[in-house]
């Protein structure tokens, strides 16, 4: 039997416990990867602080009400769920 997709927000919360490790001291090496591609995706999407992911990469709190993030991810090499996962 096939698994149910995952809910947004339980995305989210798989993904809180992976962007922690990267303020750990003894993972400089993937916070300063995760500076260096957070900087390429504000470089290469203008409208990147309308992606909710890209607020909980960072660790910033997104704006709410009318400003608040209309889109979840990115998709291929910028998806931030897969940069997230994989480091």
């Not at 149910?4 to 090496?29: C, G, H, Q, W």
């Amino acid at each position: 039997m096939e698994e149910a997709p995952k809910s947004r927000e339980e995305i989210i919360e798989e993904l809180k416990v992976l962007v922690r490790n990267f303020y750990m001291p003894e993972k400089t090496d993937d916070y300063h990867k995760m500076v260096e591609f957070s900087q390429g995706l504000r470089q290469r999407h203008s409208d990147v602080e309308n992606y909710e992911l890209f607020h909980l990469l960072i660790g910033s709190s997104p704006k709410t009400g009318y400003n608040a993030p209309t889109e979840f991810d990115l998709k291929g090499e910028d998806s931030m769920e897969n940069f997230i996962r994989n480091q």
